[in-house]
């Protein structure tokens, strides 16, 4: 069976420090993979997906970045964290092509003070 | 991809048929009807899918309307463990590799 791992669960960064969260998949191949964000209180937000090793599609405009070095390890990293990167971050990977579920893993808490 | 509009809130009493609505009259032929549902500070869970019939499964059933611009998802006898948020998303064809998520409905089930 699949899973999907994040680490680290909980998070407490200052402004200004950078952020590396990793995410990796078991249990499949060449999977669709996702990292979305969700500030407190709001609905998910698409910040990147990915296709395959080194391709990397971005929805947002931000000071975050992702990197897929292997097929099923996915990176969200910051060089400067800022106060509104606080929030949720989620890990998400798809079965590629026709498949319909997208599966999530257990999220990241991050507090930027 | 079309955009969705769901209530912000709603109750049910426990035991009682759930049933949440949401539009999308501006849906076009290829796009699909996926609910997911988001419980307090886990990641959001797969419910079920829709193009153009109803669909049930063993965790709740969906009916699209005919003309395709409503839907609802109904989780037939709710349980304390289904107060979540629930997101109906509307997706073009079944290949899309970006799955948007909206604000949602946060259902809160009763004792």
């Known amino acids: 069976s699949q899973t999907i791992h994040q680490w680290p669960a909980t998070l407490v960064q200052p402004v200004g420090s950078p952020l590396s969260l990793e995410c990796t998949v078991e249990?499949?191949?060449?999977?669709?993979l996702y990292w979305y964000r969700q500030a407190a209180g709001r609905g998910l937000q698409l910040l990147f997906y990915s296709v395959g090793i080194g391709q990397i599609s971005s929805e947002v405009p931000q000071n975050l970045s992702a990197s897929r070095p292997q097929d099923r390890q996915f990176i969200l990293s910051s060089k400067k964290l800022l106060l509104s990167d606080s929030g949720f971050y989620l890990c998400?990977?798809?079965?590629?092509?026709?498949?319909?579920?997208?599966?999530f893993g257990p999220g990241t808490r991050l507090t930027v003070t | 991809d079309a955009k969705t509009t769901q209530p912000p809130s709603m109750d049910c009493a426990e035991g009682r048929a759930a049933n949440l609505p949401c539009n999308h009259s501006t849906i076009s032929g290829n796009e699909y009807v996926y609910w997911y549902r988001q419980i307090h500070s886990q990641g959001p869970q797969y419910i079920i899918h829709?193009?153009?019939n109803n669909e049930t499964n063993e965790m709740a059933s969906l009916i699209i309307t005919e003309d395709r611009k409503s839907s609802t998802l109904i989780l037939p006898h709710a349980t304390l463990r289904d107060t979540a948020v629930y997101y109906c998303i509307v997706r073009r064809g079944i290949f899309n590799n970006d799955m948007r998520f909206g604000a949602g409905t946060r259902l809160t089930v009763k004792p």
């Open positions: 829709g193009l153009k």
């Open positions: 249990g499949t191949s060449n999977p669709n």
């Open positions: 998400a990977w798809r079965k590629a092509g026709v498949t319909y579920e997208q599966y």
